[in-house]
């Protein structure tokens, strides 16, 4: 496989990572309030990462601009996967807000 199959190879995973992460917080997130409570505080969830993404993008798409975007790409990628462990151990629909905002710091990047 030539190098720029490996690069849209990898591209290809962040979008699916992204896509499945939309996609699965959206089907598990009637069991998630049902188990750690706070309906009131259920739209949070989904509008914190929805404010900080959009957010951030500029910000981080200036700045992958001047210091490389490979750099950006793999640190998003360690930024998701670490708020995603995160998010798994919350213990109260605040604490998973919180943690899912962290989280989304690296939609943005």
């Given at each position: 496989?030539?190098?720029l199959?490996?690069?849209?190879?990898?591209?290809?995973?962040?979008?699916?990572?992204?896509?499945?992460?939309?996609?699965?917080?959206?089907?598990?997130?009637?069991?998630?309030?049902?188990?750690?409570?706070?309906?009131?505080?259920?739209?949070?969830?989904t509008?914190?990462?929805?404010?900080?993404?959009?957010?951030?993008m500029?910000?981080?798409?200036?700045?992958?601009?001047?210091?490389?975007?490979?750099?950006?790409?793999?640190f998003?990628?360690?930024?998701?996967?670490?708020?995603?462990?995160?998010?798994?151990?919350?213990?109260?629909i605040?604490?998973?807000?919180?943690?899912?905002?962290?989280?989304?710091?690296?939609?943005?990047?």
């Amino acid at each position: 496989m030539s190098r720029l199959g490996f690069v849209v190879a990898g591209l290809l995973l962040g979008i699916l990572m992204a896509a499945m992460d939309n996609t699965i917080v959206a089907t598990a997130m009637g069991t998630i309030v049902a188990e750690l409570g706070g309906l009131d505080k259920f739209v949070w969830v989904t509008s914190a990462y929805m404010v900080a993404e959009m957010a951030g993008m500029p910000i981080f798409g200036k700045l992958s601009d001047m210091y490389g975007r490979k750099r950006f790409f793999v640190f998003s990628l360690i930024v998701f996967l670490l708020g995603s462990v995160l998010c798994g151990t919350a213990s109260s629909i605040l604490r998973r807000r919180c943690r899912r905002r962290f989280r989304t710091r690296s939609c943005g990047l």
